[in-house]
């Protein structure tokens, strides 16, 4: 794989798919690298959250403006499985490096084409960020208080599910390839579909209904009890009944059995109807008690809670721990680092990080030297012109 993506979703993407077995170089600019390297916090300059996303990466710095700099970038497609960037449309075009150029050069090439809106419509030039496309999916507009503002996640939710997105759309097209016989071919894809497409079915409730749903907080539509509720230890936990077994054992548990038996209570949509009532009677039972109590009390009758978690939290829970969902990596810079680990658990292909974001650039020599057989003069030569770093 040639990740010649930026920031995260394409990354995301290469990140995914090098934690499972692909090889990933990664080409940058070679005064300009990708901006995730900056992203967030670091430790004595070196980026944590580059040290994830750029893991499993060999670092190639090219310039990919330069005639020179995109044949050496076509001599490396000519040996790849796929291509993933993010550039506007029409700046591979520009560059010599489109479709027609790569297809002719490897037709079994998958090229993943990672855009705001894509590579054509009345939107295709506009620049976008997952901040964006969170404002236009519907995501904010659903998400925040009754009373106030549109809400924007704290992180980058649209890109990475886009990456997710992205690591799915490229095994299916290595799959129509291999398995069934085909060609590779491109792969279209918008930052604000995947987004669109997990904030629910709002356009389709308004098609057929005219209703555009409203912000809620943190209850819902499609069921009740379902909320964030504070302990008396001064904790929160969340509580989801989508199941109607569930709801009925919460309510029981709480000391409301009488109102199981309402019509209206044995569906989700009509439970969601009387959330104030619901919520004031769990609320209440809730609030008088702690959060290892209200933990126990809800595991022994079989209903669903969860403790709202901080990332101290979170590394030190059990579940995570023996599962390993959280893992000690290696890493030159800084000794180890604590990352997620792979995405899923496979049987057979279970992956894993062989090390972790690599420096700019650190790995051009090599990759150059050992997939395009380039002699150390015509390196040095290339590099001397600042088309390689």
């Given amino acids: 794989m040639l990740d010649c993506s930026t920031i995260l979703a394409g990354p995301l993407t290469c990140q995914i798919l090098g934690d499972y077995g692909a090889e990933v170089i990664k080409v940058e600019h070679p005064t300009r690298p990708d901006g995730m390297r900056g992203h967030g916090r670091d430790v004595d300059g070196h980026g944590l959250w580059w040290k994830e996303v750029g893991r499993n990466k060999r670092t190639v710095g090219l310039y990919l403006g330069d005639e020179e700099g995109a044949q050496v970038m076509r001599d490396l497609v000519a040996t790849a499985d796929v291509l993933v960037e993010n550039f506007r449309p029409g700046t591979l075009e520009r560059w010599g490096l489109g479709w027609e150029e790569l297809s002719a050069i490897n037709p079994g090439l998958v090229l993943l084409r990672v855009t705001g809106f894509g590579q054509d419509g009345p939107y295709a030039n506009r620049p976008a960020f997952g901040t964006l496309v969170e404002a236009m999916s519907g995501f904010a507009f659903m998400t925040g208080q009754p009373d106030g503002p549109p809400t924007l996640p704290a992180f980058g939710l649209a890109d990475s599910i886009a990456g997710i997105t992205g690591a799915s759309a490229v095994s299916m097209a290595l799959y129509h390839r291999d398995a069934r016989g085909g060609s590779g071919q491109v792969i279209d894809m918008t930052l604000l579909e995947p987004i669109m497409t997990a904030v629910g079915p ?46 009925e054992r919460v309510l029981r548990l709480v000391g409301h059995p009488e109102v199981i038996d309402e019509p209206w209570f044995a569906s989700g949509a009509g439970r969601a109807a009387h959330t ?40 030190a829970d059990p579940q995570v721990r023996a599962r390993e969902m959280l893992t000690r990596v290696a890493d030159d810079d800084l000794g180890d ?45 290339l590099r001397a012109r600042g088309i390689l770093a």
Wanted: hydrophobic residues 35%; charged residues 25%.
């Fill in 202 to 247: 709002a356009p389709t409730v308004y098609d057929k209904t005219g209703e555009v749903q409203q912000r809620q907080g943190n209850t819902s539509s499609n069921n009740a009890p379902r909320n964030l509720y504070r302990t008396d230890d001064g904790h929160w936990v969340a509580i989801s009944t989508s199941a109607d077994v569930i709801a």
């Fill in 276 to 315: 104030d009532l619901l919520d004031g009677w769990v609320s209440e039972w809730i609030g008088a008690r702690s959060r290892q109590e209200v933990q126990e009390a809800f595991a022994e009758v079989g209903a669903a809670v969860a403790p709202v978690y901080s990332a101290e939290d979170l590394v």
């Fill in 337 to 381: 680092v604590l990352q997620h680990n792979v995405l899923f658990r496979m049987s057979e292909t279970p992956g894993g990080i062989r090390f972790t974001g690599r420096g700019h650039a650190a790995d051009t020599d090599e990759v150059l030297t050992e997939r395009l057989e380039l002699t150390p003069e015509r390196i040095e030569d």
